[in-house]
């Protein structure tokens, strides 16, 4: 984060820098054997280094003056500002700076020098990053999950009933196809989720032929979100049927079994989601509840969508039943066959 923040610095300075050109010229340097007392100070108008940096005694350096990640220690002269960013503006005794010296996740030190501006280090004015960093992501309070969780308990119930009030005989069918056969429902359903996508490209391309066509994708779409989403619900509520019914007693009618049943169901499975809500104060233990819950709603789910694609949303019945093959009561041969005489089957007397 630190990184980040001191990159940015270094390229708005750069870019706001007055000369650009002046940026890049090199320090001049001068042999120490050609040196002497009589010769002036030696100007320097390097400004931005990355790393530290320390200007000597007897230089000068055209402002302003900026280093990032690294200490700025100044024995010298300065003509203008000193920044250092993200280390530490160092001002020895003698040392003169006719601007400011700020320091950027730094400190400021200048006993003993003299500054023609203020001595500024802004290190609180950052703190935020820190805990932003450190600061674990936001959870649900228990309260708030458990609302949620009880929720969508309290409208799978209200669907529930609506369905099997109004559409008993599609649940029906749909019940009696996964009872017939769960797996291949399973299966069914898993092959359906993964071409709920597809097909609904190759709708959109097939009306896209047309002008006509065309002014229709926007409810066809809509169509297919909510058949789609109607056979989930069917397909859920069947499964939550079946396990319900097979966990109550059977007494009463048919009915009333029917409704007990789907009661039981949809508590059995909202009620995994409402345990791993009651835990939210717990990460660890949180999500394995969660994680169980949703491998369970997913399995029923994927189950109860096939189950309502073979039998067309509970219109057929009988859609998983193998048709059985009648066998004729005489093992008469319809023709005879090479080397064996036709019989008839012997009857007791």
Do not use: C
């Not at 300065?78 to 001002?91: E, F, Y």
């Not at 320091?103 to 400021?108: F, N, Y």
């Not at 069918?173 to 190759?202: H, K, M, N």
């Amino acid at each position: 984060m630190h990184a980040t923040v001191i990159q940015f610095a270094v390229a708005s300075l750069v870019v706001s820098a007055p000369n650009p050109a002046r940026a890049l010229e090199p320090v001049l340097t001068i042999p120490a054997a050609t040196q002497d007392s009589a010769q002036p100070a030696r100007v320097v108008s390097d400004t931005v280094r990355f790393g530290g940096r320390t200007i000597e005694a007897g230089d000068t350096v055209t402002g302003p003056v900026l280093t990032a990640a690294g200490d700025l220690r100044v024995r010298g002269v300065v003509r203008g500002t000193a920044i250092a960013i993200g280390g530490d503006v160092i001002l020895e005794p003698g040392a003169v700076v006719t601007g400011d010296a700020i320091s950027v996740l730094g400190r400021v030190q200048a006993e003993g020098a003299s500054v023609g501006g203020t001595a500024r280090a802004f290190t609180g004015s950052f703190r935020w990053l820190d805990e932003v960093e450190k600061a674990p992501p936001a959870r649900r309070a228990t309260g708030d999950a458990l609302s949620l969780s009880l929720g969508w308990l309290v409208v799978m119930m209200l669907i529930g009933v609506g369905v099997l009030v109004f559409a008993s005989a599609y649940l029906d069918g749909v019940t009696d196809v996964l009872e017939q056969s769960f797996w291949r429902s399973f299966l069914v359903g898993i092959a359906g989720e993964l071409g709920i996508i597809p097909v609904l490209l190759l709708v959109v391309a097939a009306l896209a032929v047309t002008v006509v066509g065309i002014l229709l994708i926007p409810f066809a779409i809509v169509a297919y979100v909510l058949a789609v989403a109607g056979f989930l619900t069917l397909g859920f509520l069947a499964v939550a049927r079946l396990a319900g019914g097979s966990l109550g007693s059977t007494a009463g009618s048919s009915r009333g079994r029917a409704l007990r049943g789907l009661v039981f169901g949809i508590v059995l499975f909202m009620g995994a989601w409402v345990v791993a809500a009651a835990f939210q104060f717990s990460p660890g233990l949180s999500a394995i509840l969660r994680m169980v819950a949703f491998a369970v709603t997913w399995v029923a789910a994927t189950a109860g969508f096939g189950a309502a694609i073979l039998s067309r949303g509970g219109t057929h019945r009988d859609a998983a039943t193998l048709t059985p093959v009648e066998e004729s009561p005489a093992w008469q041969t319809p023709t005879p066959i090479t080397g064996v005489a036709a019989a008839r089957k012997p009857v007791g007397r």
